[in-house]
Nanobody, 119 residues
Framework: QVQLVESGGGLVQAGGSLRLSCAASGRTFSTYVMGWFRQAPGKEREFVARISWSGGSAYYADSVKGRFTISRDNAKNTVSLQMNSLKPEDTAVYHC????????????WGQGTQVTVSS
């Protein structure tokens, strides 16, 4: 099994920045794709970004493209999400998740970290 723990959430004003981190343990990252998801109050969970093992393939939701950057450090078993130009609509609980390259769905999930953006 893989354990994922997020950190770095908090309160920030619109236009500000936050950097979220996700630490993985239990198994190697070597076979996994890592992703970030978020769920706002009263809304469904939505995809934010994902990154391949090599870091060469990153993909973003249109709502965050150009503002957020996903990265990973395999030596440290961490995945990060740099969030710039934050908007109130970015307010949500952010979760990291992992899956094998061939899996159709994410297999492991962190408990989440709260991000609140005030206007």
């Amino acid at each position: 099994q893989v354990q994922l723990v997020e950190s770095g959430g908090g309160l920030v004003q619109a236009g500000g920045s936050l950097r979220l981190s996700c630490a993985a343990s239990g198994r190697t990252f070597s076979t996994y794709v890592m992703g970030w998801f978020r769920q706002a109050p009263g809304k469904e969970r939505e995809f934010v970004a994902r990154i391949s093992w090599s870091g060469g393939s990153a993909y973003y939701a249109d709502s965050v493209k150009g503002r957020f950057t996903i990265s990973r450090d395999n030596a440290k078993n961490t995945v990060s999400l740099q969030m710039n130009s934050l908007k109130p609509e970015d307010t949500a609980v952010y979760h990291c998740a992992s899956k094998s390259a061939v899996a159709s769905d994410y297999e492991y999930w962190g408990q989440g970290t709260q991000v609140t953006v005030s206007s």
